[in-house]
């Protein structure tokens, strides 16, 4: 009796023991409440913080700013949102719609040979330097990047000494000297502000590029190969389309970081705003929080626009 009485487990322990398999066996019996239990937190987060932010701003946008008095007046109005068709407002949104086009199509020229590559043709031994060398990047602070970039585009940085070793200074002094795109240096031109947004978003191009070909079956290359089709046909009809949910995502990302992006405009390029900069401004300086409001809504409708030709072409039907 006594070896059974010690080797009986404590009361305490016992109870709660009985009382989790009793908990346990009413969440199995009742499984909507136990996904409820597990997604309750999250969607409430997701729809109190994100989704309810978002509603927010929507709200301010309609309320408008009083020219007299400088205060903001609590009506529905559609004001703030006729004052985007006004010239200033409408040449930054061109300008920031056209910079992340640019930017996004270039990402994708760039990127996608080096994702095919990795995916294709990297043996197991250079495809992680290869993805290293891809992330490495993100690794360092964004602004530690974006103000190297700076003095690398400086009229005394790196990219001027490289030219006039080469004698190529006049080929970048006629760069230079191009209409919209040229400054008294790259790091006061819209090139500059180009290819430092390139260089920042180019890992968010490859690594969906990549992921989708990585994803192409080899048996379906290799039956195009064995059915007579060249390899430029093999990529073309059958690796290419299914490559396009992942340029599609990289692209949603290089897009909609481009437009909102208000921090690399500011240090390199022009002082010609972008969206992100007329935002900060209307917000901190200008105290014009509707108008910033209406100008935060355009890069939603811009990506919903996109995301919804994107799907009319059909590019996400490989996902």
């Known amino acids: 009796m006594t070896a059974h009485?010690?080797?009986?487990?404590?009361?305490a322990r016992a109870s709660g023991a009985g009382a989790l398999q009793r908990l346990s066996t009413f969440l199995y019996r009742h499984p909507m409440l136990a996904l409820a239990i597990l997604l309750g937190p999250p969607l409430a987060w997701l729809g109190g913080v994100y989704l309810g932010s978002l509603l927010a701003l929507?709200?301010?946008?309609?309320f408008y700013l009083d020219g007299f008095t400088g205060l903001i007046v609590r009506?529905?109005?559609?004001?703030?949102?006729?004052?985007?068709?006004?010239?200033?407002?409408l040449d930054i949104i061109l300008r920031t719609t056209v910079m992340a086009s640019v930017v996004t199509l270039a990402c994708a020229l760039i990127g996608f040979p080096i994702a095919y590559?990795?995916?294709?043709?990297?043996?197991?031994?250079?495809?992680p330097l290869m993805y290293l060398g891809v992330m490495l990047p993100l690794w360092s602070s964004y602004l530690v990047r974006v103000y190297s970039w700076k003095l690398i585009l400086a009229?005394?940085?790196?990219?001027?000494w490289f030219f006039a070793k080469l004698h190529l200074l006049w080929l970048l002094d006629a760069i230079l000297s191009t209409p919209v795109?040229?400054?008294?240096?790259?790091?006061?031109?819209?090139?500059?502000t180009f290819i430092v947004f390139v260089y920042i978003w180019l890992p968010y191009m490859i690594l969906p590029v990549e992921a989708a070909i990585e994803r192409v079956p080899r048996s379906v290359i290799e039956a195009s190969a064995d059915l007579g089709a060249p390899p430029r046909s093999t990529f073309r009809h059958v690796v290419l389309p299914l490559a396009i949910p992942g340029v599609v995502a990289?692209?949603?990302?290089?897009f909609s970081l481009t437009l909102g992006d208000y921090i690399i405009p500011g240090i390199i390029g022009s002082?010609?705003?972008?969206?992100?900069?007329?935002?900060?401004?209307?917000?901190g300086t200008a105290g014009n929080i509707p108008l910033a409001a209406a100008l935060s809504v355009v890069p939603i409708v811009i990506i919903g626009i996109y995301l919804a030709i994107a799907k009319r072409m059909g590019a996400f039907e490989a996902l």
């Open 58 to 62: 929507l709200a301010q946008s309609f």
């Open 181 to 192: 795109i040229g400054g008294p240096s790259l790091s006061t031109a819209y090139l500059g």
């Open 250 to 254: 990289g692209s949603i990302f290089t």
């Open 5 to 11: 009485t010690l080797a009986a487990p404590p009361p």
């Open 155 to 160: 009229k005394e940085g790196i990219v001027t």
């Open 117 to 127: 590559y990795m995916a294709r043709y990297a043996g197991p031994r250079l495809k």
């Open 75 to 89: 009506e529905f109005s559609l004001r703030t949102y006729g004052e985007l068709f006004t010239g200033a407002n």
């Open 271 to 283: 002082s010609r705003p972008f969206i992100g900069q007329a935002v900060a401004s209307h917000q």
